[in-house]
């Protein structure tokens, strides 16, 4: 009898420390650390987004230091989500390859797994800048891109796929990581590497300062988005009172962090601040919020977890308005979302290239189209921006680009027209004048631009109005 | 008073017992396998989840037009089929053949995670990663309103079925005489076998019957938050084991009162301290019974 409780508790222990091991577990990244090349600052929070529950109870009871396990490329991975391939069109340009040299670009984000809807946009968008830049026929070398794709996101795999680009000597710059978690735990091994980075949407604003000389940001950050959402919030939807729910990841908290503080600046109040990890069952979090009545229900996580959420939330018979981030603007938001999102309005520091009226977006909007046979998802334009200055930067140097000629390049550069804005970076590799938060809402199951965040609360925050 | 005690609790209460009964339907798995076995079936999780699959298959092979309560009704028939053969099947391939050479109990515990992972990964490659749809049959609404809460028809429907299913089960282990040659091979599983006794026949449909509740509990969790994926049992499965040691493990009625008091606990916990906290109240508040009674609520006794 004895025995067994004691082996009941034994298992009773080992569930408390799965679950324990799930909210708590740290995941520091393995480098070895450079001269230059800090360590990310806060190592203590140091993962990002990923699954609660894809821990299983023996991985989750294991020693949880974070091991590279998986690495997948996309050409070997089973195809789960309906987008496209990636690996059917998988980077080789055009067909001339000839004798010329290879060099490669790197691509580092969630190309299949649950936040997909993210990142497969921005893949297929760098692919479409390659493939232009070689239809034009006087490319010096021959450009592929290496996509390796890092499922669900997860900052603990990425180091993984990021020594496999650094370990091929031909990849000379890196397109991403798309997440931020990814980018942490990435950054100082690029930084060894002498491998530039440019990402197309992590925006946590503590990236930047762990003075990477390779990192560099092509979009505004959150503290940017956060700022600017709160002054739209109080000052042009004219709400009071709202409830911020963030997913606990590197991303979603910051956001969280900048949207409570700039709501409470400009006046209004925030009746519930709580953070939860990626679940199913929502009901606690949701009664919180209906408890609580507030005019707006925010989240700050990604649309892999944000159509649950606000689902429930509707069920439940809840009211607000529902708004979120560039992280919970991508296709499942609204392809799982359905009628419970309609009218729901998101920021994002991207620009939506389909609802632009600028003459090179809509002409990037259109090609896109053409090549793909679906408009551009969120972060195109920002990621087909960032593969023209790495090709522009190839081109300068022909034949003999070397990963130190394009980050000299990236470094220097001046005046760069992109799509999303014009190019140059402040100390810390941010875009200049770059603090652009656009707002976007659904309507009839699409995205609609409703302009950019400072104009609409009447520019009272903005302080920079740059190119489109 | 805070307000999570006072006006917050009535819409707690709703939703702790929503949560709760789901825990209960799926802790009866590990208590009626413990109860006879003394074995922790932790391939449970997957036994719930493939119930959960099962009825989003069978109510995606119809034209949404069609789906409704009735439909519904239906999902649970293909949902406990799937999940019972699945758990005896586990039964069969990771415990039988230990049973038959006697292996310690630490045996059973590596080949149930092993099972467990096998089943998960196995759904992943054939499912892929990504959440799959739970098709909506009913559209919630709020059917009683009582000071001010709103009770919905899927909390009702979820609640009223898992009492009914624990009372179905109660009634059929007191009264069939499956039911006394189960609590007698729990009593003294040697005693019963020469008393005439089958007993691997009576471990099948233990680990049927727990195979059953989980589909129930499947197709409600799916009829509850509209999703599923491969992983999606894992974290339910390990709220319902808590569920049953807190309410005593192998016994019915402890699973019950275990599910419910847990979702209770998870949900009024979370209102009074964040939802943060939600898992610290329920495990401190495990570890606390499993101090003063270490047998947990309602003892260990065994089916």
């Known amino acids: 009898m004895r025995k067994k409780r004691l082996f009941v508790a034994a298992v009773a222990a080992v569930a408390l420390l799965a679950v324990a091991c799930q909210n708590q577990k740290a995941g520091p990244t393995t480098s070895t650390s450079a001269s230059g090349c800090n360590k990310p600052a806060a190592l203590g929070t140091a993962r990002d987004f990923r699954l609660a529950a894809s821990h299983t109870l023996a991985q989750a009871s294991a020693s949880p230091s974070a091991s590279p396990m998986v690495s997948v490329s996309p050409s070997a991975s089973p195809m789960a989500s309906e987008t496209a391939s990636p690996a059917a069109t998988s980077g080789t340009s055009g067909t001339t390859t000839g004798s010329k040299k290879v060099v490669k670009l790197g691509f580092l984000g969630d190309l299949t797994g649950g936040n997909a809807g993210l990142v497969v946009s921005a893949y297929k968008s760098a692919q479409l800048a390659v493939k232009q830049a070689d239809a034009a026929g006087d490319l010096p070398v021959d450009i592929q891109l290496d996509a390796k794709d890092n499922k669900d996101g997860s900052a603990d795999t990425a180091p993984a796929l990021a020594q496999q680009l650094i370990g091929d000597p031909s990849v000379v710059g890196v397109i991403g990581p798309a997440f931020s978690g990814e980018s942490k735990a990435t950054g100082a091994l690029f930084c060894q590497a002498g491998l530039t980075d440019i990402t197309q949407s992590a925006t946590n604003p503590d990236l930047t300062k762990n003075g990477w000389p390779t990192f560099f940001r092509a979009l505004a950050t959150d503290a940017v988005q956060g700022g600017q959402t709160g002054a739209y919030i109080v000052k042009s939807l004219n709400k009071k009172n709202v409830a911020v729910i963030n997913d606990k990841s590197d991303y979603g908290a910051g956001l969280a962090t900048a949207v409570v503080a700039s709501i409470k600046s400009n006046g209004g109040n925030v009746v519930l601040n709580q953070g939860i990890e990626p679940t199913t069952d929502y009901t606690t979090i949701v009664d919180s919020v209906i408890a609580k009545k507030p005019d707006i229900l925010y989240y700050a996580g990604y649309d892999k977890d944000a159509p649950l959420l606000f689902k429930q939330y509707r069920q439940k018979g809840g009211t607000a308005l529902l708004m979120g981030g560039d992280g919970d603007k991508g296709t499942n938001l609204l392809k799982e979302g359905g009628s419970a999102v309609d009218g729901a309005i998101l920021t994002c520091p991207c620009l939506d290239p389909n609802a632009s009226s600028d003459p090179a977006p809509q002409k990037f909007a259109q090609d896109y189209i053409a090549a793909y046979g679906e408009p551009a998802g969120i972060y195109s334009a920002e990621a087909w921006d960032v593969a023209n200055m790495f090709i522009a930067a190839i081109r300068s140097s022909g034949a003999n680009t070397t990963r130190k000629s394009v980050l000299d390049y990236i470094t220097n550069l001046k005046d760069f027209k992109g799509l999303s804005k014009t190019f140059n970076w402040t100390p810390t590799h941010e875009v200049v004048g770059g603090d652009i938060t656009f707002v976007y809402k659904i309507v009839g199951g699409k995205y609609t631009l409703l302009g950019k965040a400072a104009d609409l609360s009447g520019g009272s925050s903005a302080t920079a109005s740059a190119t489109p | ?303």
């Open chain 2, 1 to 303: 008073m805070p307000s999570c005690l006072t006006s917050e609790l009535p819409f707690r209460i709703v939703g702790g017992l929503s949560s709760g009964g789901v825990y209960a339907l799926i802790a009866i798995g590990y208590t009626l396998v413990y109860g006879v076995l003394q074995l922790i079936n932790f391939a449970h999780s997957e036994v719930f989840m493939s119930g959960i699959l099962a009825g989003a298959l069978f109510l995606g092979a119809f034209p949404p037009h069609t789906l409704g309560p009735l439909l519904l009704v239906t999902a649970v028939i293909p949902a406990m089929l799937t999940s019972g053969i699945l758990a005896v099947s586990i039964e069969r391939v990771a415990y039988r053949p230990l049973r038959k050479r006697g292996a310690p109990r630490l045996a059973y515990l590596i080949s149930a995670i092993g099972m467990s992972l096998f089943l998960q990964y196995t759904t992943q490659v054939w499912r892929g990663v990504n959440p799959e749809e739970f098709p909506a049959t009913i559209k919630p609404t709020a059917w009683l309103h009582v000071g001010g809460v709103s009770v919905f028809n899927t909390d009702v429907i979820i609640i009223v079925t898992s009492l009914a299913m624990v009372f179905a089960l109660e009634t059929f282990i007191r009264r069939t005489k499956t039911g006394r040659a189960l609590r007698a091979v729990a009593q003294d599983a040697e005693a019963a076998a020469l008393m005439g006794v089958n007993i691997d026949r009576i471990i099948m449909v233990t680990f049927f019957i727990g195979g059953l509740l989980a589909g129930v509990a499947g197709v409600l969790f799916g009829m509850n938050f509209g999703r599923t994926q491969w992983n999606i049992g894992f974290i339910p499965g390990i709220k319902a084991f808590t569920a049953a040691v807190l309410g005593g493990i192998g016994s019915i009625r402890g699973a019950l009162v275990g599910g419910l008091v847990l979702g209770l606990m998870e949900n009024v916990s979370a209102g009074c301290f964040g939802t943060q906290w939600r898992d610290v109240v329920a495990f401190v508040l495990l570890v606390g019974v499993l101090m003063l009674r270490p047998t947990g609520i309602f003892g260990e006794k065994t089916v």
